[in-house]
């Protein structure tokens, strides 16, 4: 299995010289440079980079650089890599934000894809903290009714990916549920409403309340899909579609 880019970073700091304690627990946004390493070490950790990932990292470059964060996309850039490529780099930074939350940094590291955050890693507050840390980190609000289905670090990071219109590669968002099910959407006053499409037969349009989403109309879905073609909408502020715009009621 390919190492993470920022496992790997982690790893480049140490060998620069870097505390293996603190490389661990850096967070992707804070300098490498004073937080880990000295000006020696930095310029040790450069050509690190240089030699692992066969790039060059220019002078006018290495002067802008400096989070983990930092050099994950300025790799990725140089090795032409895509975002369908560096998804696991999401997946860091969500255990990032768990332990910002106040979970464990051990719990957070093993904590597998596929298990719920809330009671493995973090208690209720820390839930809580963790999904304000998540609007805040990636800039999108993270409506209530999903905030109760969203669980593992698996189900935040294809959250996420769908809130900033990212794609699996063929133009549907990784979240779309099956291959007979077409999910999209599209910006209004700069928020993405989003929508999905199901079914086959004359159109109907489904409108669910306010404060419920898309999953409200799964057992009516299961009943029509077969005769009308469903186009469902979250609103605004609910499921994947973005906040309206403030003041709101």
């Given at each position: 299995?390919?190492?993470?880019?920022?496992?790997?970073?982690?790893?480049?700091?140490?060998?620069?010289?870097?505390?293996?304690?603190?490389?661990?627990?850096?967070?992707?946004?804070?300098?490498?440079?004073?937080?880990?390493?000295?000006?020696?070490?930095?310029?040790?950790?450069?050509?690190?980079?240089e030699e692992r990932f066969a790039i060059?990292?220019?002078?006018?470059?290495?002067?802008?650089?400096?989070?983990?964060?930092?050099?994950?996309?300025?790799?990725?850039?140089?090795?032409?890599?895509?975002?369908?490529?560096?998804?696991?780099?999401?997946?860091?930074?969500?255990?990032?934000?768990?332990?910002?939350?106040?979970?464990?940094?051990?719990?957070?590291?093993?904590?597998?894809?596929?298990?719920?955050?809330?009671?493995?890693?973090?208690?209720?507050?820390?839930?809580?903290?963790?999904?304000?840390?998540?609007?805040?980190?990636?800039?999108?609000?993270?409506?209530?009714?999903?905030?109760?289905?969203?669980?593992?670090l698996k189900d935040f990071a294809q959250?996420?990916?769908?809130?900033?219109?990212?794609?699996?590669?063929?133009?549907?968002?990784?979240?779309?549920?099956?291959?007979?099910?077409?999910?999209?959407?599209?910006?209004?006053?700069?928020?993405?409403?989003?929508?999905?499409?199901?079914?086959?037969?004359?159109?109907?349009?489904?409108?669910?309340?306010?404060?419920?989403?898309?999953?409200?109309?799964?057992?009516?879905?299961?009943?029509?899909?077969?005769?009308?073609?469903?186009?469902?909408?979250?609103?605004?502020?609910?499921?994947?579609?973005?906040p309206p715009p403030e003041p709101c009621?």
């Open positions: 299995m390919t190492v993470p880019v920022i496992d790997q970073l982690r790893e480049l700091v140490v060998q620069a010289g870097g505390d293996p304690q603190m490389a661990r627990e850096l967070e992707l946004d804070r300098a490498v440079a004073l937080n880990v390493l000295d000006s020696i070490g930095f310029t040790a950790f450069i050509a690190a980079i060059r990292v220019s002078d006018r470059s290495s002067v802008k650089l400096r989070s983990l964060k930092d050099f994950a996309q300025y790799i990725d850039a140089q090795l032409g890599r895509t975002a369908a490529d560096t998804a696991v780099s999401l997946i860091d930074q969500l255990r990032e934000l768990v332990v910002q939350a106040g979970g464990d940094p051990q719990l957070a590291r093993d904590l597998e894809l596929d298990r719920a955050v809330a009671l493995n890693a973090l208690d209720s507050i820390g839930f809580t903290a963790f999904i304000a840390a998540i609007e805040d980190r990636f800039a999108i609000r993270v409506s209530d009714r999903s905030s109760v289905k969203l669980r593992s959250y996420v990916d769908a809130q900033l219109g990212r794609t699996n590669g063929s133009g549907v968002p990784a979240t779309a549920g099956s291959a007979d099910v077409v999910a999209s959407g599209f910006t209004v006053d700069g928020e993405r409403l989003h929508y999905e499409i199901e079914g086959h037969g004359p159109p109907l349009l489904l409108l669910n309340g306010i404060g419920l989403d898309l999953s409200a109309w799964a057992p009516l879905v299961q009943a029509l899909c077969g005769e009308r073609q469903l186009v469902l909408l979250d609103f605004r502020g609910s499921g994947l579609s973005g009621s």
